[in-house]
Nanobody, 124 residues
Framework: QVQLVESGGGLVPPGGSLRLSCAVS????????MGWFRQTPGKEREFVAA????????TYVDSVKGRFTIGRELAKNTLFLQMESLKPEDTAVYYC?????????????????WGQGTQVTVSS
């Protein structure tokens, strides 16, 4: 079993930055592909970014490329999402997710483990 706990959300003005963290426990963190997704009311959960099980590959949705960075802090068993140049359309509840494989995926169904979510609001 894998437990995920997100933190770091909040209110930030347009152009600002936030760093989301996801504390992982229960499995070997470094072997699992992990991802960040986001969801707004009335919409499907949307893929944001993913990292492969050994951290050698990352991928992003086009709308966040060049602004967001996904990474791992192995010593802390933590996944992070560094978000820069935030826009109002980035407002959502952000979820971290863990796969059971090393290969990353952009599909919600490939991630059996989810955190509770953290709210990010970009507004002046």
């Amino acid at each position: 079993q894998v437990q995920l706990v997100e933190s770091g959300g909040g209110l930030v003005p347009p152009g600002g930055s936030l760093r989301l963290s996801c504390a992982v426990s229960g499995r070997i963190f470094s072997n699992l592909a992990m991802g960040w997704f986001r969801q707004t009311p009335g919409k499907e959960r949307e893929f944001v970014a993913a990292i492969s099980g050994f951290g050698d590959r990352t991928t992003y949705v086009d709308s966040v490329k060049g602004r967001f960075t996904i990474g791992r802090e192995l010593a802390k068993n933590t996944l992070f999402l560094q978000m820069e140049s935030l826009k109002p359309e980035d407002t959502a509840v952000y979820y971290c997710a863990a796969s059971q494989r090393a290969t990353w995926s952009a599909e919600v169904d490939e991630y059996p483990y989810w955190g509770q979510g953290t709210q990010v609001t970009v507004s002046s």
